[in-house]
């Protein structure tokens, strides 16, 4: 093979590895590819309602009770269809989810739960519109997506 070739062929075998890892096999017909993608999806959606809430937490952008509020119920939804994801046991390439998650279920999904918990009691809050009060449940929230990424997502390869 000419040298060339050899780097065309490095450059796409790497172009495709990095697709599948951004946004896993959007083929992937089986019930643990559709898991995948439920759980990218929902991951996804919770991460674009809990930026706004975190900028405005940090003082990065002025507070508005009623953006927050409405950030904070969808994420509270969000973290109840979260659990949808884990169902199928079981992962694909593209997806960080770790196998300890399906090795020790019971705990996972009592954390999940917490964070389901967790989330609704933020969204009580944020109707008070009281900083004093949102802010820790806010940092309860923050802290359950770090524990369980720390836990039980891969790192990013
Ligand atoms: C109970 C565990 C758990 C909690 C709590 C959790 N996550 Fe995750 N998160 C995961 C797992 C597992 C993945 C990897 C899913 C996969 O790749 O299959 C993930 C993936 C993600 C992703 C990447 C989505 C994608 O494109 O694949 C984002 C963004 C994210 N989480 C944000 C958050 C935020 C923000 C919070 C808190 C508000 C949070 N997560 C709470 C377990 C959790």
Redesign the pocket.
């Known amino acids: 093979m000419k040298l060339s070739r050899i780097l065309l062929t490095i450059a796409l075998t790497s172009a495709v590895a990095f697709t599948a890892t951004a946004h896993?096999d959007k083929k992937d017909k089986s019930p643990e590819g559709q898991a995948?993608k439920y759980?990218?999806n929902v991951?996804?959606m919770?991460?674009y309602h809990?930026g706004p809430m975190g900028d405005m937490i940090k003082g990065k952008s002025d507070y508005n009770k009623d953006t927050f509020s409405k950030n904070a119920d969808a994420?509270a939804s969000l973290?109840v269809l979260?659990q949808n994801?884990f169902e199928v046991e079981g992962?694909v390439k593209?997806?960080?989810?770790?196998k300890k998650?399906w090795e020790e279920k019971d705990k996972?999904d009592a954390?999940?739960k917490m964070?389901a918990d967790n989330?609704a009691a933020l969204a009580t809050q944020a109707k008070s519109g009281d900083m004093a009060a949102i802010k820790p449940a806010f940092l309860k929230?923050?802290d359950?997506?770090k524990?369980?990424?720390k836990s039980?997502?891969a790192k990013k390869k």
């Open positions: 896993g995948a759980r990218h991951f996804g919770i991460g809990f994420l973290a979260a994801g992962t593209g997806s960080r989810a770790k998650i996972f954390g999940i964070f989330t929230v923050a359950d997506c524990q369980c990424h039980y997502r």
